[in-house]
Protein backbone atom coordinates (compact mmCIF):
# COMPACT_ATOMS: atom_id res chain seq x y z
CA UNK A 1 0.00 0.00 0.00
CA UNK A 2 1.37 3.46 -0.92
CA UNK A 3 2.10 5.48 1.87
CA UNK A 4 1.61 8.65 -0.43
CA UNK A 5 -2.01 9.91 -1.31
CA UNK A 6 -3.42 12.71 -2.70
CA UNK A 7 -6.91 14.69 -2.48
CA UNK A 8 -8.29 16.93 -5.07
CA UNK A 9 -11.64 18.34 -4.22
CA UNK A 10 -13.58 21.81 -5.00
CA UNK A 11 -15.67 24.01 -3.71
CA UNK A 12 -17.59 27.35 -3.36
CA UNK A 13 -17.42 30.23 -1.38
CA UNK A 14 -20.02 31.25 0.77
CA UNK A 15 -19.24 34.61 0.73
CA UNK A 16 -16.41 36.54 -0.92
CA UNK A 17 -13.22 36.61 1.27
CA UNK A 18 -11.79 39.57 1.79
CA UNK A 19 -7.79 39.78 1.02
CA UNK A 20 -7.04 39.55 4.80
CA UNK A 21 -9.09 36.91 5.24
CA UNK A 22 -7.62 35.14 2.56
CA UNK A 23 -4.53 36.06 3.94
CA UNK A 24 -5.30 34.49 7.40
CA UNK A 25 -6.49 31.15 5.47
CA UNK A 26 -3.59 30.71 3.90
CA UNK A 27 -1.62 31.12 7.40
CA UNK A 28 -3.22 29.15 8.83
CA UNK A 29 -2.58 26.51 5.99
CA UNK A 30 0.73 26.89 5.95
CA UNK A 31 1.86 26.47 9.15
CA UNK A 32 -0.64 23.14 9.62
CA UNK A 33 0.70 21.99 6.40
CA UNK A 34 3.98 22.52 7.42
CA UNK A 35 3.70 20.78 10.86
CA UNK A 36 1.61 17.30 9.26
CA UNK A 37 4.07 17.43 5.64
CA UNK A 38 1.38 18.15 3.60
CA UNK A 39 2.11 19.63 0.47
CA UNK A 40 -0.70 20.56 -2.60
CA UNK A 41 -1.90 23.87 -3.86
CA UNK A 42 -5.25 25.57 -3.01
CA UNK A 43 -6.21 28.08 -5.55
CA UNK A 44 -8.90 30.58 -5.47
CA UNK A 45 -11.06 32.53 -8.14
CA UNK A 46 -13.19 34.43 -5.71
CA UNK A 47 -16.08 32.11 -5.71
CA UNK A 48 -14.29 28.92 -5.85
CA UNK A 49 -11.65 26.73 -4.44
CA UNK A 50 -10.01 23.65 -6.05
CA UNK A 51 -7.47 22.21 -3.46
CA UNK A 52 -5.04 19.37 -3.57
CA UNK A 53 -3.68 18.23 -0.64
CA UNK A 54 -0.63 15.54 -0.56
CA UNK A 55 0.81 13.43 2.05
CA UNK A 56 -0.03 10.04 4.21
CA UNK A 57 -3.73 9.01 4.26
CA UNK A 58 -3.71 9.22 8.52
CA UNK A 59 -2.51 13.51 7.53
CA UNK A 60 -5.00 13.67 4.96
CA UNK A 61 -8.02 12.12 6.42
CA UNK A 62 -7.24 14.85 9.77
CA UNK A 63 -6.92 18.33 7.83
CA UNK A 64 -9.82 17.28 5.19
CA UNK A 65 -12.43 16.65 8.09
CA UNK A 66 -11.16 20.38 8.95
CA UNK A 67 -11.78 21.71 5.89
CA UNK A 68 -14.95 20.04 4.82
CA UNK A 69 -16.61 21.19 8.36
CA UNK A 70 -14.62 25.25 7.19
CA UNK A 71 -18.40 27.16 7.12
CA UNK A 72 -16.31 29.55 4.23
CA UNK A 73 -17.37 27.27 1.59
CA UNK A 74 -19.62 24.76 1.18
CA UNK A 75 -20.45 22.61 -1.70
CA UNK A 76 -17.12 20.61 -1.12
CA UNK A 77 -16.77 17.85 -3.90
CA UNK A 78 -13.92 15.44 -3.74
CA UNK A 79 -12.67 15.01 -7.23
CA UNK A 80 -9.95 12.56 -6.54
CA UNK A 81 -8.65 10.32 -3.63
CA UNK A 82 -5.99 7.57 -4.05
CA UNK A 83 -2.35 6.88 -4.01
CA UNK A 84 0.09 8.50 -5.64
CA UNK A 85 3.99 7.86 -6.51
CA UNK A 86 5.55 11.01 -5.56
CA UNK A 87 4.71 14.39 -4.72
CA UNK A 88 3.87 17.30 -7.42
CA UNK A 89 4.41 19.88 -5.03
CA UNK A 90 6.97 20.53 -3.07
CA UNK A 91 5.53 22.76 -0.12
CA UNK A 92 1.69 23.52 0.22
CA UNK A 93 0.96 26.62 -1.58
CA UNK A 94 -1.82 29.31 -2.71
CA UNK A 95 -2.57 30.32 -5.89
CA UNK A 96 -5.13 33.32 -6.44
CA UNK A 97 -6.85 33.60 -9.98
CA UNK A 98 -6.89 37.45 -8.84
CA UNK A 99 -4.22 40.20 -10.12
CA UNK A 100 -4.01 40.89 -13.99
CA UNK A 101 -1.69 43.28 -12.58
CA UNK A 102 0.80 40.99 -11.14
CA UNK A 103 3.53 39.91 -13.22
CA UNK A 104 5.08 36.06 -13.41
CA UNK A 105 2.26 32.69 -12.74
CA UNK A 106 1.01 30.79 -15.03
CA UNK A 107 -0.08 27.69 -13.17
CA UNK A 108 2.37 25.31 -14.93
CA UNK A 109 5.24 27.48 -14.34
CA UNK A 110 5.53 27.15 -10.89
CA UNK A 111 3.28 24.32 -9.19
CA UNK A 112 3.99 21.41 -11.90
CA UNK A 113 7.89 20.74 -11.95
CA UNK A 114 7.36 17.68 -14.29
CA UNK A 115 4.62 14.83 -15.31
CA UNK A 116 5.43 11.51 -14.85
CA UNK A 117 2.04 9.76 -15.17
CA UNK A 118 -1.47 10.04 -16.42
CA UNK A 119 -2.26 11.13 -13.06
CA UNK A 120 0.08 14.24 -13.31
CA UNK A 121 -0.99 15.19 -17.00
CA UNK A 122 -4.93 14.79 -15.53
CA UNK A 123 -3.88 16.81 -12.71
CA UNK A 124 -2.31 19.53 -14.88
CA UNK A 125 -4.96 19.78 -16.95
CA UNK A 126 -7.57 20.28 -13.88
CA UNK A 127 -5.37 23.13 -12.60
CA UNK A 128 -5.42 24.69 -16.34
CA UNK A 129 -9.02 24.61 -16.70
CA UNK A 130 -9.91 26.04 -13.58
CA UNK A 131 -7.43 28.72 -14.36
CA UNK A 132 -9.25 29.03 -17.88
CA UNK A 133 -12.62 28.87 -16.22
CA UNK A 134 -11.75 32.24 -14.04
CA UNK A 135 -10.68 33.91 -17.21
CA UNK A 136 -7.83 35.52 -15.56
CA UNK A 137 -4.00 35.12 -15.03
CA UNK A 138 -3.03 32.89 -11.74
CA UNK A 139 -0.73 34.86 -9.13
CA UNK A 140 1.08 31.86 -7.27
CA UNK A 141 1.50 33.42 -3.83
CA UNK A 142 4.81 32.18 -2.38
CA UNK A 143 5.07 29.43 0.58
C1 LIG B 1 -10.93 26.12 0.99
C2 LIG B 1 -10.23 25.86 2.29
C3 LIG B 1 -9.05 25.14 2.29
C4 LIG B 1 -8.37 24.89 3.47
N1 LIG B 1 -7.20 24.19 3.43
C5 LIG B 1 -6.55 23.93 4.59
C6 LIG B 1 -5.33 23.20 4.59
O1 LIG B 1 -4.82 22.79 3.56
N2 LIG B 1 -4.73 22.99 5.80
C7 LIG B 1 -5.24 23.44 6.97
O2 LIG B 1 -4.64 23.22 8.02
N3 LIG B 1 -6.39 24.13 6.99
C8 LIG B 1 -7.05 24.39 5.84
N4 LIG B 1 -8.21 25.12 5.86
C9 LIG B 1 -8.64 25.68 7.16
C10 LIG B 1 -9.31 24.63 8.00
O3 LIG B 1 -10.62 24.43 7.50
C11 LIG B 1 -9.36 25.13 9.46
O4 LIG B 1 -10.04 26.32 9.54
C12 LIG B 1 -7.96 25.33 9.98
O5 LIG B 1 -7.24 24.14 9.80
C13 LIG B 1 -7.91 25.75 11.45
O6 LIG B 1 -8.52 24.81 12.24
P1 LIG B 1 -8.51 24.97 13.81
O7 LIG B 1 -9.11 26.32 14.10
O8 LIG B 1 -9.34 23.82 14.27
O9 LIG B 1 -7.07 24.86 14.21
C14 LIG B 1 -8.90 25.37 4.70
C15 LIG B 1 -10.11 26.08 4.69
C16 LIG B 1 -10.76 26.34 3.51
C17 LIG B 1 -12.04 27.11 3.51
Do not use: K
Not at 67 to 74: P, V, W
Not at 100 to 108: E, F, I, K, N, T
Not at 112 to 138: K, N, S, Y
Request: hydrophobic share 45%.
Amino acid sequence: MSLLHHLIYQSNVVARLSASELGRLLEQCRSHNQQADITGVLLHDGNRFLGVLEGTPAAIAAVFNRIEADCRHTGVQVLADGPISHRQFACWTMGLVDDVSQPGGGVGDETIPCMHTVTDAALWLLLREFQVGAGRPLLLLPS
